[in-house]
């Protein structure tokens, strides 16, 4: 290394012989995927349908928890197919899918069961304590 070094080669010299390997690295690295635009037309017709079914609840006037539970599956699809497709996360690690996926599920599973214990704790006062006044 000191020879490298005092001839003035360093570690440029040291990694001339390996020039033949930057143009593979450069060209793999530049090289990206694109998808059909069919891909792309076939999920917009899907979130224009489901856009529309979204619509047709309030149309046709439902009430409830079927209202909300039809509302929410067609924003879940919704933004299930926009996060796969239009943010490539369909193509992406599966760590990366579940660092962005997991959590928003968990805080839908921990805020289900503050729902459900606040119901239990309100069940349990008016068990106790009777109706009020």
């Given at each position: 290394m000191a020879e490298a070094t005092a001839n003035g080669g360093g570690q440029h010299a040291r990694?001339?012989?390996?020039?033949?390997?930057a143009p593979a690295a450069a060209t793999h690295a530049d090289v990206h995927q694109e998808h059909p635009i069919k891909l792309y037309l076939v999920v917009?017709?899907?979130?224009f349908i489901l856009s529309t079914c979204?619509?047709?609840?309030d149309y046709f006037g439902l009430h409830g928890y079927l209202r909300w539970s039809l509302i929410l599956i067609f924003m879940?699809?919704?933004?299930?197919?926009i996060v796969a497709v239009f943010m490539h996360m369909a193509w992406e690690r599966l760590a990366l899918a579940y660092a962005i996926i997991l959590p928003p599920i968990l805080v839908l599973v921990f805020v289900t069961m503050m729902v459900l214990e606040a119901d239990y704790t309100l069940f349990t006062r008016l068990a106790f304590f009777g109706a009020g006044p």
């Open positions: 990694h001339a012989g390996h020039a033949h390997e917009w017709a899907w979130l979204s619509y047709l609840v879940i699809l919704k933004a299930g197919l």
